[in-house]
């Protein structure tokens, strides 16, 4: 049964991981978006994630399991099917960005002017300028923040176990019921989430160190 | 990030439409003996016997998914899948969202409760009773039982709420007189609290199998198939296997 | 579209139940963060050992492992069952409201001690030269640390509001039980998860309304001071 409940801890890394992947995409599009001088582009960018940000967790993971199909028969008339995990994915990775793009604009503002107008003055094309001068310095003021979000994801996503994703919760709950030890089973659960978090936050620090070794 | 998502949503609409020849069942596998999940994480029970018989005998290909009762339906109408075989009370209010097959078995509800507690639907009017979310169960108490005094908790099935009591965290259950017949006979020191409730409103008539609104080609398969069963005699043993008493 | 002034009276029942677990997981994580930051800030051996422990734990798992362990958990155990304690277990609201409360103990802990930690090492040294004793010092370094608590404890609160909702998994009829019920019953998925998002919305900002008056009257109180 511990096999069983280790597999789904992969289920449980792989869902995080791909999350982490979208949302960070998805963050820096918000982040831009909520940067933009056109209104029309950041007042619904601020509206978003202001939203996802006050709303509980797991509306946001059932208002898409049961809405988005929903949702997207009413905008186009077909019926289009997510898998619950593409589900999960789905509300984690919106979740995620909605916090990360605010962790990004502190960091890109966090970037001194300077450094934009010295390469500007040295002649430096704008692209060259904000991949290899800005980029690199909002990364590292963005790091300590990221790492934060990223333990939360990992922690939300046992909120997908409740629309019938297969993750390492989903388990416990199946082992827990067949073999009437609930607090065995959520408690080995409990201590296989804590091994992912420890592991990770080494991880964040090693990486935090690598991006400041200059400082 | 947009365009990623349509991909997406295009890549799952052209898996679905070229797999349309299987038939994808739905349950929801926490509610023996009618569907539940063995030691080996198989879908077994009496529904699921019985949907292998229709399939085998429609000559259909099927397949089989296990989801929370209460999302059953809304899967059903986004069609993610085509049927839901899980106990399933043909009520009214549901069939206004699916379709439902003839029905394949015949249904009623009771009180089960700590014996010797109460003798009477009466003496459990003012307890706390739990229920299986989104079921008949729960709207016939939300709209008969609660002014009278009677409290319900949801559960996302039966099994949990039936634990939660003997852990005595309530004081009794609501449910399908055939799921609690089969806990019964394993619990002693439990009992049924009056009579059987056979409300048309709520219980219908029995159990169907719900279909998509208009697959009307899969329910004169399904329909079919089983009046062949139940000619043939292969409905009854399958009976017989389940519900011996 | 046209039934959610149906669905809103259903969903607003669900308030006082929310805000009811809400305040109550709030109240006993305070006094849990309080007694941490304490035994944390004066350094008690083998309590702060234990006190990270407890941090490191509930802040390193989800919180709905915490709930069904605190909810499921005893159940395995029948001297547990038999014990005077099992009259309050039995209860799902005494379960969500350790479960808020220990949880948010640990995460209002850490935000105690970031801010007691933030107070510049000088002050306390300062104030040590000046010849006041521990608690005087501590009390210096709370008045300065308390300026940051302020805001930083009002997302705290949202924190626990939000996660109150997981309180429908152990079959409590807050907002988010309710509107569950209401889906599983009228399949109107998008109305009535969008109403009670609403309302949550709603709470919150109503909320943080409330902590941005709290801290202007903090702030005139210290500059008074």
């Known amino acids: 049964m511990l096999t069983h409940l280790l597999n789904a801890a992969l289920m449980t890394l792989g869902l995080a991981l791909v999350s982490l992947a979208f949302g960070l995409v998805l963050a820096v599009l918000f982040s831009a978006a909520e940067m933009s001088r056109q209104a029309w582009l950041r007042w619904p960018a601020v509206t978003l994630t202001t939203t996802l940000r006050g709303l509980p967790e797991i509306l946001v993971v059932f208002f898409i399991y049961f809405g988005s199909t929903h949702l997207l028969f009413l905008l186009t008339g077909e019926y289009l099917e997510f898998s619950p995990f593409w589900c999960g994915v789905t509300a984690l990775s919106l979740l995620?960005?909605?916090?990360?793009?605010?962790?990004?604009?502190?960091?890109?503002n966090a970037v001194p002017r300077g450094q934009r107008q010295a390469a500007q003055a040295l002649g430096l094309p704008p692209l060259y300028t904000f991949f290899h001068i800005v980029l690199p310095q909002t990364w590292r003021h963005a790091l300590p923040g990221l790492g934060n979000q990223w333990l939360i994801l990992l922690k939300d996503t046992a909120l997908v176990s409740l629309i019938g994703v297969h993750d390492l919760m989903h388990q416990a709950k199946m082992i827990s019921a067949s073999s009437y030890q609930p607090f065995t089973w959520y408690g080995t659960a409990a201590l296989i989430y804590l091994a992912i978090t420890i592991i990770s936050q080494h991880g964040v620090r090693r990486l935090q160190a690598r991006v400041t070794r200059y400082d | 990030m947009n365009k990623t998502l349509l991909s997406l949503a295009l890549l799952a609409a052209s898996v679905t439409a070229a797999q349309a020849e299987e038939v994808?069942?739905?349950?929801?596998?926490?509610?023996?003996?009618?569907?539940?999940?063995?030691?080996?994480?198989?879908?077994?029970?009496?529904?699921?016997?019985?949907?292998?018989?229709?399939c085998a005998q429609?000559?259909?290909?099927?397949?089989?998914?296990?989801?929370?009762?209460?999302?059953?339906?809304?899967?059903?109408?986004?069609?993610?899948?085509?049927?839901?075989?899980?106990?399933?009370?043909?009520?009214?209010?549901?069939?206004?969202?699916?379709?439902?097959?003839?029905?394949?078995?015949?249904?009623?509800?009771?009180?089960?409760?700590?014996?010797?507690?109460?003798?009477?639907?009466?003496?459990?009017?003012?307890?706390?009773?739990?229920?299986?979310?989104?079921?008949?169960?729960?709207?016939?108490?939300?709209?008969?039982?609660?002014?009278?005094?009677?409290?319900?908790?949801?559960?996302?099935?039966?099994?949990?709420?039936?634990?939660?009591?003997?852990?005595?965290?309530?004081?009794?259950?609501?449910?399908?007189?055939?799921?609690?017949?089969?806990?019964?006979?394993?619990?002693?020191?439990?009992?049924?609290?009056?009579?059987?409730?056979?409300?048309?409103?709520?219980?219908?008539?029995?159990?169907?199998?719900?279909?998509?609104?208009?697959?009307?080609?899969?329910?004169?398969?399904?329909?079919?198939?089983?009046?062949?069963?139940?000619?043939?005699?292969?409905?009854?043993?399958?009976?017989?296997?389940?519900?011996?008493? | 579209m046209t039934d959610w002034l149906e669905y809103l009276p259903t969903l607003l029942q669900g308030v006082g139940v929310t805000l009811w677990i809400t305040c109550s997981g709030l109240l006993l994580g305070l006094l849990i963060a309080l007694v941490l930051t304490w035994i944390l800030e004066q350094e008690v051996p083998v309590l702060t050992q234990l006190a990270e422990g407890y941090l490191l734990l509930l802040t390193g798992t989800p919180l709905l492992v915490q709930i069904f362990l605190i909810y499921y958990g005893p159940a395995q155990f029948d001297w547990l069952k038999a014990s005077w304690a099992w009259q309050y277990l039995r209860e799902p609201g005494f379960c969500i409201v350790l479960a808020l409360g220990l949880n948010a103990g640990a995460y209002t802990c850490r935000l105690f001690k970031g801010a007691l930690d933030a107070v510049p090492k000088g002050e306390t040294l300062a104030c040590r030269a000046l010849g006041m004793n521990a608690w005087q010092t501590l009390n210096v370094k709370l008045r300065h640390a308390g300026r940051r608590v302020i805001p930083a404890y009002s997302n705290e609160v949202i924190l626990v509001l939000k996660g109150s909702s997981l309180a429908s998994t152990i079959t409590i009829m807050d907002i988010m039980g309710l509107a569950q019920r209401l889906n599983a019953q009228t399949y109107d998925t998008l109305v009535v998860f969008a109403l009670a998002g609403v309302i949550y919305l709603a709470l919150n900002g109503t909320l943080t309304l409330l902590f941005r008056l709290l801290e202007r009257r903090a702030l005139i109180f210290q500059t008074q001071g």
Request: aromatic fraction near 12%; charged fraction near 20%; glycine fraction near 8%.
């Open chain 1, 96 to 108: 995620f960005a909605a916090y990360a793009a605010q962790t990004l604009r502190g960091a890109l």
């Open chain 2, 24 to 54: 994808k069942f739905v349950t929801n596998a926490a509610y023996p003996p009618f569907e539940y999940v063995d030691d080996n994480n198989e879908m077994q029970g009496f529904d699921i016997d019985l949907a292998k018989a229709l």
């Open chain 2, 58 to 245: 429609a000559e259909l290909e099927c397949s089989f998914h296990n989801q929370a009762f209460d999302s059953l339906i809304p899967s059903l109408k986004f069609r993610r899948y085509h049927a839901a075989i899980a106990a399933m009370d043909v009520t009214p209010e549901r069939a206004e969202q699916v379709d439902f097959s003839d029905i394949y078995y015949e249904n009623s509800a009771v009180f089960v409760a700590p014996a010797g507690k109460y003798d009477s639907l009466d003496a459990l009017l003012k307890q706390t009773v739990g229920v299986q979310n989104g079921t008949s169960h729960q709207k016939y108490i939300q709209d008969k039982l609660e002014a009278k005094g009677l409290q319900s908790r949801p559960y996302q099935s039966v099994q949990d709420a039936l634990l939660d009591m003997t852990n005595g965290r309530l004081d009794g259950v609501f449910a399908d007189t055939a799921v609690v017949g089969e806990w019964l006979a394993k619990q002693p020191g439990y009992t049924v609290v009056g009579e059987a409730i056979t409300d048309e409103g709520y219980f219908g008539t029995g159990f169907g199998i719900a279909v998509t609104k208009g697959n009307q080609a899969l329910l004169d398969q399904l329909n079919e198939a089983l009046a062949e069963l139940k000619a043939d005699g292969r409905y009854d043993s399958l009976y017989q296997k389940y519900f011996p008493h």
